[in-house]
């Protein structure tokens, strides 16, 4: 089966949803995806974009994405963090994943980034096994941190 | 002593840097830091700022500073990602900490962000206790994964 990679556009962001609706449900969190069509439009396609996405076709079907942003590190300059990537379940085996993965971090090497980064989850153990044979470290020592809408709230009111 | 906050300034950017200096040799990786002033100065204060900062002041020195950037969740939308927090050692124990997070939480909520987030070391327990004490929670389960330029270019060749 052949498939092509091209930027994703506005029109693309109902398939980007179900995507990324389908990782959640990947990652045992189904419930957990609260954003929209209208704010992934919104969101990627403003006057400052917050995100940009690859998407990869088949026969006008998307079936994987990536989407990924820049942010900034104190040690090294300018990075790209690699937010989601995704294949369709049904579309696996055939190289979109690793055709995606390479297409973000070729644009960020042609960006000059000092890094790209992104996080996994521990028990994914077929994805950590990718990111490190292309050479990907896994650093065990940062632990993530956040605070959602509600503690957000609740720790300002007891201020 | 009396300090006061304020966003930070183009010209705070040294002793932004000093303060970068320091906590990267708190976390063990003292020649980790490769970016300079002008860097700083150039990404934090051009056409698309890739970054905001407040810096605690007492009598016009610069004591502690945060750094934060915009991100983006799939699941949530638009959040605040936490890069550095840092006080100078000799003015630990005055809150100065605990009111740069403050303001930063506070520039997100007013924002409408529906996350704030930022890594910790796993060994640094008093920041982890801090953290959870204000309503953070510490992401067990996902690990952060990084490409350096070299490992960047390394994979890029290989392909």
Redesign the interface.
């Given at each position: 089966m052949n498939f092509s990679i091209r930027e994703g556009k506005i029109t693309d962001m109902p398939s980007v949803l179900s995507l990324?609706k389908e990782?959640?449900h990947f990652e045992k969190?189904p419930e957990?995806?609260?954003?929209s069509v209208a704010?992934l439009e919104k969101?990627g396609f403003g006057n400052?974009p917050?995100?940009k996405t690859y998407v990869a076709e088949i026969d006008g079907e998307i079936v994987g994405m990536a989407?990924f942003?820049?942010?900034?590190?104190?040690?090294?300059?300018?990075t790209i963090?690699l937010?989601?990537l995704i294949v369709k379940k049904n579309k696996r085996g055939l190289n979109i994943g690793s055709e995606l993965y390479?297409k973000v971090?070729?644009y960020?090497?042609k960006l000059g980034?000092?890094?790209?980064?992104?996080?996994?989850?521990?028990?994914n153990t077929p994805a950590?096994e990718f990111?490190k044979k292309?050479?990907?470290?896994?650093?065990?020592?940062?632990?993530?941190?956040?605070?959602?809408?509600l503690?957000?709230?609740?720790?300002?009111d007891?201020?």
């Open positions: 990324i990782l959640a969190e957990a995806v609260e954003i704010d969101d400052a917050l995100f989407l942003y820049p942010r900034y590190s104190t040690w090294k300059g300018p963090h937010e989601d390479k971090i070729t960020g090497s980034v000092k890094r790209m980064e992104w996080v996994v989850l521990d028990w950590i990111y292309t050479g990907a470290y896994i650093l065990d020592d940062w632990k993530t941190v956040q605070m959602d809408e503690a957000i709230k609740n720790y300002l007891s201020l």
